[in-house]
């Protein structure tokens, strides 16, 4: 059914929640940020959005109660929350306590006017993302089911360079593949990632490819090597109009400051 109304989402991304409330990655308490994040967004005076997306690295120590923590703060908002996994993720415990009661697990879904299909570029023990054949086919067939109406895509690893030699060395694997299947259906607008931790925004072709900073700590962008960066945890609004436009914005946390510059705690042995 199709509306005239604009849809709003929030976007979060690679919250790394723990299922031990107290733990910490690059010196940020996640739990503590994510719910800084929630509310701001949700208290920001402004209508609920339509739908939360959410681009994975939801628990960095694969726990089940991670995601249940997860849960319990989504839960109460009233709010459609769609995710899918990232590197970090167990996605056989992310598709069981993230599939019902108002929460859906990849899958496709209709957003407003807006067609929207989630990916899982998971690969077992690698830091990489790579689109398994089944999901690329999958992927085809969303689009040709979406053929009259703009698409957004949604995915854990950018599919393009973001011009950071390391963060790029660790992105889609097969990209090519991915992109081909883009190029071949004009309705797609967007595609919306995450796992690089900063904000991103390019115009490739017709398509607009964006990343979102994480809900926890952030990396600088257009580095060779990693450099923990001085930004705040972050998130981004999208508005999709009807006919197929779109405007986003990210928005950093006005009261978290970040007084030195992190460690990047996971080197020599990092799952980013």
Not at 58 to 77: E, K, N, P, V
Not at 182 to 197: C, E, N, S, W
Not at 222 to 239: I, K
């Amino acid at each position: 059914m199709s509306s005239s109304r604009i849809t709003r989402l929030l976007h979060l991304t690679d919250p790394h929640l723990y299922g031990d409330e107290s733990r910490r990655i690059y010196g940020v308490n996640t739990a503590s940020s994510f719910r800084s994040v929630l509310r701001e967004a949700m208290g920001s005076g402004m209508a609920p959005p339509d739908a939360i997306v959410v681009t994975g690295d939801i628990a960095d120590d694969l726990s089940a109660q991670a995601y249940r923590r997860f849960r319990a703060a989504l839960q109460g908002l009233g709010v459609p929350v769609l995710c899918l996994p990232g590197n970090h993720d167990d996605r056989t415990v992310m598709a069981q306590l993230l599939n019902a009661d108002g929460f859906q697990y990849c899958g496709q879904a209709v957003l407003g006017n807006w067609g929207a299909v989630l990916l899982d570029t998971h690969v077992p023990g690698e830091v990489y993302g790579q689109l398994a054949e089944s999901e690329l086919v999958r992927l085809d067939a969303a689009l040709r089911e979406f053929s009259e109406q703009p698409v957004l895509v949604l995915l854990h690893h950018p599919p393009i360079p973001i011009d950071s030699a390391w963060l790029d060395g660790l992105g889609l694997r097969n990209a090519r593949d991915f992109l081909a299947i883009i190029d071949r259906h004009p309705q797609v607008k967007a595609v919306l990632a995450g796992h690089v931790h900063q904000a991103f925004d390019r115009l490739r072709g017709r398509v607009r490819v964006l990343a979102t900073p994480s809900t926890c700590a952030q990396f600088t962008p257009r580095t060779v090597d990693c450099v923990m960066d001085l930004r705040p945890p972050g998130y981004r609004w999208l508005s999709l109009t009807p006919d197929g436009r779109m405007q986003t914005e990210v928005m950093w946390l006005c009261d978290w400051v970040v007084d030195a510059r992190p460690n990047d705690d996971r080197m020599g042995g990092r799952r980013d």
